[in-house]
């Protein structure tokens, strides 16, 4: 799918550069209605990458700090299932390519990967909930119903293991879009009414 709002993402983006007074009001409501127009309709990821990248610099402006963080999550999030095809269904009304725009990796210097610090987060969870789960399934059938230990305890660390692989490869984006829908509610309306038309087949 050809990335029809693109351009014209680009263009207030343009504008806002070169203007002084950064989102005046003239902008602030070119990009209210292009994100209206953008709600309920089919777009390329890029589209949208597009979007949170202007939104971004709005945030900024508006020293929110929440929406910025989602803004790079959610840009990071999209880059990552450039390539795990297998989440691209969590966003349904996005068509997803292997192209990434030649601005977006200078706009992503020196920010933050929030993406790594929230996934490293989850799997520090996971770890200690995997110790909890192992050391309980133990105590209950080596100390309660007296089974070889040594039998318990490879069976215990396949477990565990798979327990741990597929909470980061299946749960973790899940977990993330979870946090993010409360963020949700310290973004611009127009942009979280996008966000939310994304999540929705067309």
Not at 170 to 197: C, G, W
């Amino acid at each position: 799918m050809a990335d029809i709002y693109l351009q014209s993402i680009k263009e207030i983006e343009r504008r806002c550069k070169d203007s002084v007074l950064i989102f005046s009001d003239v902008l602030g409501q070119r990009l209210d209605e292009l994100a209206g127009a953008m709600v309920e309709s089919r777009m390329s990821d890029n589209d949208y990458i597009e979007l949170c990248k202007i939104y971004y610099q709005r945030y900024l402006k508006e020293e929110n700090r929440t929406g910025m963080i989602f803004c790079l999550l959610r840009i990071q999030q999209l880059l990552q299932f450039k390539r795990k095809k297998r989440f691209q269904s969590f966003f349904p009304s996005l068509s997803f390519s292997s192209y990434c725009d030649s601005e977006l990796k200078s706009f992503l210097v020196n920010k933050r990967y929030y993406y790594k610090v929230y996934l490293d987060a989850f799997k520090e969870k996971l770890i200690v909930l995997d110790m909890l789960f192992c050391i309980g399934f133990m105590y209950l059938f080596v100390l309660v119903f007296h089974f070889s230990f040594a039998w318990i305890l490879c069976l215990v660390t396949g477990l565990g293991i798979l327990i741990y692989v597929v909470g980061v490869y299946f749960y973790f984006d899940r977990y993330l879009e979870q946090i993010m829908e409360k963020m949700r509610n310290k973004i611009d309306f127009n942009h979280a009414k996008v966000d939310e038309s994304i999540q929705r087949n067309q």
